[in-house]
């Protein structure tokens, strides 16, 4: 006997018992006693508000500079070697990708180091965050570069531009005030955000719809690239079909292509793709990754310079970058209306991106992080960094900026840096099969944010996705799973019937490997599949021949079956406007059991049986009284007599004549339907309604509606919606599933003994509606 086996025999051995009362709601908030809620009144509030206290000041300061808050407990003898070698590898990288990335965002260069500056200096001091760096990152740089271009095209007709060299200098100078212009507005939304404590917006930004969108970018980025890896001259698009327009000017123009330039792209793409394949192979050797982008961009510098590429091969080259940083500059805010709509789309991906790097480091690390300050971190280094012509950044490889005046790079370097960073992006496609195999919701946002970022643009792209991801949350709650639940004998545990099923040989073979009795005295127990009584008094009266012998193991047990005369259903969504009538149908189709089918069985037996006895009138004795209070409202109102409001019955209980049984259908003869909210996490006046509509419906032909499980919530709103304006409807409240069962159970034999004792010697009207049983 393994080891699981022998688990499985100590956990079948294992037993706990519970006693206690039936808890309807009534009963249970008896027992219970409710803490009276004091409410401050508006004054203590905005005193409270407004008191200064030293412990207030300090927390105020830790939540607005959190660097005041690590800063004094920075360990330096531990710290200051690893930050050091972190600092000055990522430092490096940050020269080439800073240069690449300007190319994305269509200003010159110079503009991504001082993106890759200032924004860094200020998160060091606003951030929340130990481990991420702030500075260009790709997907954002392509998000500014389509706003600058599709402004400030590449054919603009310039004023005053007397040669081409004038005219793109001017044009680059337009497109930077665009860039300011976004990166100032995308930098006041953030910290607004995060000032009104907005940081859950984030949430909108589900995991396949981000690593949708970034994959989409991600194609922007590469296509965008093919120019200057093929050294032709095309235009820059931008908007919707931008992709398509870009592939089909560059493969229009292939026949112009610099073998120059691709050779030395090629060269530097396996080059930065080998070493990448290095580094990660032996990163737990290295002490610190290979800056290959800064070698690379070294090695073209060199060719460049050695080859002279630009005068003898026709090459496009970056030229020499201007030393020192710019004076501050006013961003020009009268672009904000043509661009606001690109601000937001840039801040919220910004802040998703940075957020989500944040959480992961954070959780791996063992710390917190503050979504809403890092908005308001992000919100200052983008508006601030925008005074010193700084585009929007996002979450990146780097942590600090080596600056440093250099000579002529060759575009297609660059070109090759800003493709093989993509790389990680472009792994995203293998999430495919995974989505497919765990969530065709989730895949279907993957492929709709794809395809729509992909072909409408990445502005228009995402607002699409969002849309389509938020419609997913209602498709959710509008087709959740509703189940039809059964018991585990003998437990107050219950289950979905259609997802298990009875096999007594797979059990009595396991039973007899696993305790070696004999087969002869267990087969008359399994002549009835079912007989767990049976089966029950074979085990026991075997254990009490052997010594030692374990009890009934559980698996003997594993039998989900429903409750005689009882229907349990479960849904697992809200109930409120848009599934409400699905809730309704779904409960009447999963149960098999429609007030309105029973009602037409009873009127087509009441006629048969009024055809045989030659009697008319035996038609229409109950039949017609039912239907009138199906049909009407009249029979819900309550009526005023000597001062007391007395409501109708909840459950009308028609008694048929025996010999009329016969007439009637086969079926399950069901007296009481439960339904099990412990998923339901609110329920709306609709669904009070609807609510109200089943208890009736079900009412009306005998049978009894319990809720069972209902949150504290679902009870206010049940209460707020005047669910229980008749007191007796609290009756069909119960804590759990078992409760409800097991006052089910006690009403059924109640009524049994009542109809079974003596007839009263006085004549007295009987009442039609027998109440429900406290526990």
């Known amino acids: 006997m393994d080891h699981a086996e022998e688990n499985e025999i100590l956990a079948a051995s294992q037993r706990y018992y519970v006693e206690r009362p039936i808890f309807s709601h009534p009963v249970l908030q008896e027992r219970l006693h409710k803490k009276d809620k004091i409410s401050d009144s508006i004054g203590d509030k905005l005193k409270q508000a407004f008191t200064c206290t030293p412990k207030k000041i300090r927390n105020i300061i830790y939540m607005f500079l959190p660097i005041t808050k690590w800063l004094p407990a920075y360990k330096f003898k531990e710290y200051v070697l690893g930050d050091l070698v972190s600092g000055i590898s990522t430092g490096v990288l940050q020269l080439p990708q800073g240069l690449a990335f300007a190319m994305l965002a269509a200003v010159p260069p110079v503009f991504g180091l001082y993106s890759s500056f200032y924004p860094v200096i200020m998160y060091c001091f606003l951030g929340t965050s130990r481990h991420i760096s702030i500075g260009p990152f790709a997907v954002i ?72 969108f970034t994959t989409a970018a991600a194609v922007h980025v590469f296509t965008s690239m093919l120019k200057y890896l093929f050294g032709v001259k095309t235009k820059r698009y931008s908007g919707i079909f931008s992709v398509v327009y870009s592939t089909v000017a560059v493969l229009q123009n292939v026949k112009n292509l610099n073998v120059c330039s691709l050779g030395v792209g090629l060269m530097v793409f396996g080059l930065l793709l080998g070493g990448k394949e290095f580094n990660e192979r032996f990163k737990e050797k290295l002490p610190a990754p290979i800056p290959l982008e800064f070698f690379a961009v070294v090695m073209g510098t060199g060719i460049s310079a050695g080859f002279n590429l630009k005068e003898s091969y026709d090459m496009d080259v970056v030229g020499t970058l201007p030393l020192g940083l710019l004076p501050p500059a006013n ?207 074979t085990w026991t009266a075997c254990s009490s021949q052997s010594e030692g012998q374990p ?75 039912v239907d009138a209070e199906v049909d009407g409202e009249d029979a819900t109102k309550p009526e005023e007599e000597d001062d007391e409001v007395k409501y109708p019955p909840i459950v009308i209980k028609s008694t048929l004549p025996e010999e009329l049984q016969r007439f009637m259908p086969p079926g399950d003869n069901v007296h009481t339907i439960i339904l099990d909210f412990t998923q339901v996490n609110f329920i709306d006046s609709v669904g009070v309604k609807t609510l109200a509509g089943i ?79 406290e526990a």
């Open 331 to 537: 961003p020009d805010t009268s672009l904000f209306h043509l661009v606001y709509v690109d601000a937001i789309a840039i801040a919220i991906v910004g802040f998703s991106v940075t957020i989500s790097m944040a959480k992961t480091l954070a959780n791996k690390h063992g710390y917190q992080v503050d979504g809403n300050q890092e908005l308001i971190a992000l919100g200052l280094c983008n508006s601030i960094g925008s005074l010193f012509q700084t585009f929007s950044i996002s979450c990146s490889l780097s942590r600090s900026l080596v600056q440093e005046g250099t000579g002529g790079k060759t575009q297609a370097v660059l070109s090759a840096i800003v493709i093989v960073n993509l790389k990680g992006m472009f792994m995203q496609f293998s999430d495919l099969p995974f989505f497919w195999r765990t969530s065709k919701i989730e895949l279907t946002i993957w492929l709709t944010t794809f395809v729509s970022s992909l072909f409408l643009g990445l502005d228009y792209g995402l607002i699409t996705a969002v849309i389509i991801a938020l419609l997913t949350v209602i498709y959710r709650t509008q087709s959740p799973s509703y189940k039809v639940l059964g018991q585990l004998p003998d437990t107050d545990v219950y289950i979905d019937i259609d997802a298990y099923e009875e096999n007594s040989l797979r059990l009595l073979a396991k039973t007899f490997t696993l305790l070696n009795l004999g087969l002869l005295q267990l087969l008359p127990a399994f002549q009835e599949p079912t007989n767990i009584t049976s089966l029950h008094s």
């Open 695 to 773: 208890v009736k419906e079900y009412g009306d032909v005998g049978i009894y509606v319990y809720l069972a499980g209902c949150s504290a919530q679902v009870v206010n709103d049940l209460t707020q919606n005047r669910f229980f304006e008749n007191p007796a409807l609290k009756e069909l409240l119960f804590h759990s599933i078992h409760d409800a069962v097991l006052g089910s159970r006690l009403r059924e034999a109640l009524a049994e003994q009542e109809a079974s004792a003596p007839a009263p010697q006085e004549d007295s009207e009987p009442n039609a509606t027998p109440a429900t049983p």
């Open 551 to 625: 009890p009934l193991p559980v698996f003997f047990s594993l039998f989900v079956k429903e409750i005689p005369g009882i229907k349990i259903f479960q849904i697992n969504a809200p109930i409120y406007y848009a599934n409400s009538d699905l809730y309704s149908s779904a409960l009447k189709r999963k149960t098999g059991v429609n007030p309105a089918v029973i009602m037409g069985a009873r009127r087509k037996a009441m006629k048969k049986y009024a055809k045989e006895v030659g009697n008319a009138n035996v038609a229409n004795a109950n039949v017609v009284k």
């Open 141 to 212: 740089s392509l998000m500014i570069g389509g706003v600058a271009v599709r402004l400030v095209p590449d054919d603009i007709v310039i004023p005053g531009g007397v040669n081409a060299t004038n005219g793109t200098e001017a044009r680059d100078a337009l497109r930077v005030k665009v860039a300011m212009s976004v990166t100032l507005l995308s930098g006041i939304i953030q910290f607004c955000l995060g000032v009104c404590r907005f940081g859950f917006v984030a949430i909108y930004l589900t995991e396949p719809l981000v690593r949708g």
